[in-house]
């Protein structure tokens, strides 16, 4: 009896101790814990055939063999694991692979916390000192299927870190895995959910590099106000989220998507993603957090480096800045035409000559080696002037979140060869007329656009045209900076050119086309372009049911004033395949923006013999 009573004592648990796994299981039972918003955040949990299944797809990401789609599997697990002893390799513990988790439910069941050092997550923590997060968003970029609409990523900043050191701080992104360089299989893929996409951390210089000067996008960075609580809980996740797959879907669940899970783990009073719209263009993300009272701080414009190249251009006289690019394609007679200037006009000249080398070689090591001697003669010569040259001011333009918003809805009369009515709808995302502030300059690119019409003589209903992709880049020549301009257009399409009857013309088409673009200015506010084309339709208004051919468009594009944008194009088709009949036609349109995310639109279009008059009214929402 005495040995019973001393060995009940020596196992009883002492008042205020942690409870045992059973009786935290049945204290997590009683409270149905599993069920709790917070522990769905943690494991990214959203509803599915009528229960839950993670978004993150890797076995790796959950302890339950049935994890990713029972949160209470999962979530006994987890407390079991917690209980257990530590495995030898400390950093492969429970409560080291997921440490907010473990926070969590240590506080939540008042589980004994454990205070056994985690190697690699504690070095990482270190390394990451995380004081402030940015949401960093960079432009547009419409060379990459991938960055069309542009792309968000998060800026961890460091403690002790100025203005000056931003570079150094870490960037976490989340980007699919692309395995291929087939553009069909690229958008397929994309739109499927085949890519892999995962979290990943590096420094923000990298991003900088990427972005900023490869690829020529300007960057704006928003800073966030969170807690030392919740940047606490947000480096705990980003850990967590090293060992997560998810799928990548070009449309919904991309890039930007992403960072909201993320942000209601670290704070879940946030409610980012309950309703969440069947597509997500990154502008759309920044705007919402924005709209977040006090969430967000003023913008800051990082200009990409042939930004900031061209302003610092624009200080120079044409004179000069043709003498700077003679002295980087290593004219000789450059220099003694330098000697005329003085000397701060001579450092401006060859500061310029330096960005420029520096810009061209792109950072292509062949290039590089090939310009090394005239750069270091250019940099020599700048030391020699003795005049410090000061970086150029750049007015920051309009931020990303305060142009009109990415979808859009109209409605029109229009009037000609035939009376008809028009609805509209674009579910992204900006064309040449559209109000420009707040997008890059000369691009245009509009995803799943309806338009229907009722035509009045005909009493008849039809669709008139669905895009599915609509893209005009445009590069005006400049030479410092070359790219080419270009455009793909494809989708269903009307031809009542063809036909006294529109609703019988509809076929498929799809036009690609490269040429040359034109500006009196960089960014200025007209520009005119001139491309080939080629062209090809299938349908029955066509003789034999298809065509095939070329030809070419030109077009001048000009703001008229701040709110009113006007375009003129011409063009013609011949076609060398099926139907033969050639197309000419004349377009004159403008818009004239009456607020932010209010258009009025006119346009008179001629093609062939037949000729419409179109007015409608636009909402960006």
Not at 266 to 295: C, E, I, K, N, S
Not at 304 to 316: E, G, I, K, P, Q
Request: net charge neutral; proline share 6%; glycine share 8%.
């Amino acid at each position: 009896m005495i040995l019973a009573v001393l060995l009940s004592l020596a196992l009883a648990r002492p008042a205020g101790a942690a409870p045992a796994p059973e009786e935290a299981l049945a204290r997590a039972a009683s409270a149905v814990l599993w069920d709790e918003r917070e522990w769905r955040l943690l494991l990214h949990y959203k509803p599915w055939a009528g229960g839950w299944r993670s978004e993150a797809r890797s076995p790796s990401f959950f302890l339950a063999p049935t994890g990713r789609t029972d949160p209470r599997a999962e979530l006994e697990a987890h407390v079991r694991a917690l209980a257990a002893a530590d495995p030898t390799e400390p950093d492969e513990s429970a409560r080291c692979r997921f440490p907010l988790r473990a926070r969590w439910l240590i506080e939540r069941l008042g589980l004994e916390a454990k205070t056994a050092p985690c190697p690699k997550h504690d070095v990482w923590r270190r390394d990451l000192h995380a004081d402030a997060v940015t949401l960093v968003f960079a432009s547009a970029y419409l060379n990459n299927p991938s960055s069309m609409y542009g792309h968000t990523f998060l800026r961890v900043d460091q403690k002790g870190h100025g203005s000056q050191e931003k570079l150094l701080d870490h960037a976490v992104n989340f980007a699919a895995t692309v395995d291929t360089d087939n553009g069909l299989l690229f958008a397929v893929y994309g739109l499927v959910g085949k890519f892999p996409g995962r979290f990943s951390a590096m420094p923000y210089y990298l991003k900088v590099q990427e972005y900023s000067n490869l690829e020529s996008r300007d960057l704006w960075e928003y800073p966030l106000k969170l807690s030392s609580s919740t940047l606490d809980r947000l480096a705990e996740h980003v850990w967590e989220l090293g060992a997560a797959e998810f799928p990548y879907y070009f449309f919904n669940k991309n890039c930007s998507y992403q960072l909201f899970p993320l942000l209601e783990a670290a704070d879940p009073r946030m409610h980012l993603t309950d309703r969440w719209p069947l597509y997500v263009v990154p502008v759309d993300t920044v705007r919402t957090l924005v709209a977040q009272p006090g969430f967000v701080g003023e913008a800051v414009f990082r200009p990409s480096r042939v930004t900031t190249m061209l302003a610092a251009r624009a200080r120079l006289s044409r004179r000069e800045a043709a003498l700077a690019g003679r002295l980087a394609r290593a004219d000789d007679a450059a220099w003694s035409d330098l000697e005329s200037l003085d000397k701060e006009r001579q450092a401006l000249v060859l500061s310029s000559a330096a960005d420029y080398l520096g810009f061209s070689s792109d950072f292509r090591p062949e290039r590089e080696a090939a310009q090394a001697q005239t750069q270091r003669k250019v940099l020599v010569a700048l030391g020699k002037t003795g005049v410090q040259v000061q970086p150029p001011r750049i007015a920051a333009p309009t931020a990303p979140d305060k142009g009109h918003h990415t979808a859009r809805a109209g409605a029109g009369y229009g009037f000609g060869d035939r009376r008809f009515a028009e609805v509209g709808l674009r579910l992204a995302l900006h064309d040449m007329l559209d109000p420009r502030a707040g997008y890059a300059n000369d691009s245009a690119l509009e995803m799943l656009q309806f338009r229907l019409r009722h035509d009045i003589e005909g009493d008849r209903n039809y669709l008139h045209s669905f895009d599915l992709v609509r893209i005009l880049s445009l590069s005006p020549y400049d030479p410092w900076v070359s790219h080419p301009s270009w455009k793909v257009d494809t989708g269903w399409r009307s031809a009542p050119e063809l036909d006294a009857r529109p609703w019988r013309t509809g076929h498929y088409g799809l036009t690609v086309g490269t040429g040359k673009a034109a500006a009196a200015r960089a960014g200025g506010r007209e520009v005119a372009f001139a491309m080939g084309e080629v062209d090809a339709g299938a349908g029955g208004i066509l003789r034999r049911g298809y065509r095939v051919g070329g030809g070419g468009t030109a077009a001048l594009q000009y703001e008229l004033a701040p709110r009113l944008n006007a375009r003129a194009e011409a063009g013609y088709l011949a076609y060398a395949l099926g139907d033969p009949r050639p197309v000419a036609r004349f377009c004159v349109e403008a818009s004239l923006a009456l607020a932010r995310d209010v258009a009025l639109r006119a346009r008179l279009e001629k093609k062939r013999d037949y000729r419409e008059a179109f007015f409608s009214l636009h909402g960006y929402f």
